[in-house]
Structures are given as C-alpha cells and as structure tokens.
C-alpha cells in the first residue's frame, strides 16, 4: 500500500510539471487507474489511495469487481467492446473510451435507454493508422460523430486515441497534436451536441507528453500498479 501512495505522488508530480510545461492547470487533467491485472483487494487499495477513476478493459474480470466496489469509484471502460457484452457495461461504467462503430453506438444507446441513463462516450479514433488497433479513421471522424450526435443516450465526451509503443515518447507526440487538431476541427462545426470537450490520450509511458499537447484524460496502469498484480502484495 505505502509503495502506491508512492508512486501515486510520483506520477501527480509529473502531472504538475507537464502541466507547468505547457502552461495548463493541473486540475484539466484527470487519470484513470488501469486495474484490469489486478484482483478485487488490489483495485480497493487503489481506491484507497484516493484514486476515484477505475479503468477496465475486460468484462468478465470487471463485471465481479464492480459489484464489491461499484458504489466507491467512477468506472471506465477502456478496452475494445463487443456489441454482445455492451448490456454488461451499460448501467455499471459511467465512461466508455472505445466508441469505434456506429453499429456499438446504436447498442450503447439501445442498452442507456432501457436502463434510462446516458453513458459518457469517447470516439476512438486510430491516429497512427496501425492496422493492430482499432478505431475510426479520420477522415471517417466527421460523419460518424454527427451519427453518434443523434443518439440521445450517448453524450459524446471527447476523442480517444492509443499511441504507438515506442522506445522515445518523444516519437508519438506528432498522434496526440493530431488528435488535438481534430478536436478543434469538430468544436468549428458549432454542433450543440459536439463540444468533444474532452481528449483522452496517453498512458505509462507517454502521459506526460500527452499532457503537454492537450489530454485532459490519461490512462495510468503499469507506472502505478505494474508488479503489484495481486492485492495482497501491495
């Protein structure tokens, strides 16, 4: 436990300076504590080291630590989603960080209103155009966003893009100035429903560099529960 306080500190730390660094207020920037390897006492201590934002990319592994833990966190799910388990996070994630297609929004939407909520979504957009990851193109943006627009259940909370992994962080920089550019591109469009105010990129080993070119979300996991797979080791 005392280890995740540390690094804990150690990751705000560099939050502020990043922030310093690009003239921004530290409090824009928000982090979601990646706990998919972790077991259920793993992801209450990280609870308790007053992290409030759990990411989770696996629903069969989420499903049972948000019933212990539900009511104490606000829940994201980051990981690609199928459209057959989309009933399991509608009603328990108030975030989801991977809308990629226009078929998964017409089932977030159809789950919400059944349930009678609104879920926070982030359009995935696949920057570096990697043929290993997922998400929409960008020329693709425009239009799919305005399709997801006209769902009443979905509130289109920004854009999400995954870096590639590189040895120097220094190398992804140009992706997340380019989502940047596409958020400002979508705020022109002056849509009542596209304000995207929100950008969710970089992780581990790139979140500083991240910070600086504008994310106002970061999704922290090995550099803050990397090694400390089960609870008890904490």
Known sequence: MNELIYRWDQIRSKIHQACQRANRDPKSV????VTKYLDLEGTKQVLDAGLEHIGESRVQDAVPKWKQL???GIWHFIGHLQRNKVKEVVGRFQYLHSLDRFSLAEEVNRRANQKDTVIHCFLQVNVSGEESKFG????ELEDFSKEVANLSHIEIAGL?????KVENPEEVRPVFRELK???QQLQKLDHPRLGV????MGMSQD??????????????????VGGYQRGDQQ
């Open 30 to 33: 928000h982090v979601v504590a």
């Open 70 to 72: 539900g009511e104490r």
């Open 136 to 139: 929409i193109s960008p020329d």
């Open 160 to 164: 999400m893009t995954m870096a590639p």
């Open 181 to 183: 550019r596409l958020q």
């Open 197 to 200: 105010p929100h950008l969710s």
């Open 207 to 224: 979140f500083e560099i991240a910070i600086e070119e504008g994310a106002t979300w970061v999704r922290i996991g090995s550099v803050l």
